[in-house]
């Protein structure tokens, strides 16, 4: 169920309509608001819209580098699970022979 969270990010309310807890709504707004103040430096030298902008881009280009991660690090996995799927194929073949060499 939608629930309204308001949130201050650069010093501006938002009333957020969330599924998610308040907490986590709260959380993400002091991320963002985090950026924001990083960015700025605690000066007020550009527009609210061109700081929201250039933390947008911060936000994307970690999002891209951790899809990035999560993507090599599910190739490595998948080449893991598949050696050890041959693995086990060739130790059943093995085992397998043994069975039928048996008298």
């Known amino acids: 169920m939608k629930q309204s969270v308001s949130v201050e990010i650069a010093g501006q309310t938002l009333s ?5 807890g308040p907490e986590y709504v709260q959380e993400l707004a002091d991320y963002v608001d ?6 700025s430096g605690g000066r007020r030298t ?5 700081m929201a902008l250039l933390v947008a881009m911060q936000i994307a280009d970690e999002l891209f580098r ?17 050696a050890l799927e041959q693995a086990i ?15």
């Open 66 to 82: 951790e899809k990035d991660l999560r993507a090599r690090y599910r190739a490595r996995v998948e080449a893991r699970l598949e």
């Open 46 to 50: 550009y527009s609210l819209q061109r």
């Open 89 to 103: 194929g060739e130790h059943e073949a093995e085992l397998a022979a043994l069975e039928v060499s048996q008298p």
């Open 34 to 39: 985090g950026h924001l103040r990083s960015l």
């Open 16 to 20: 957020i309509r969330s599924d998610e």
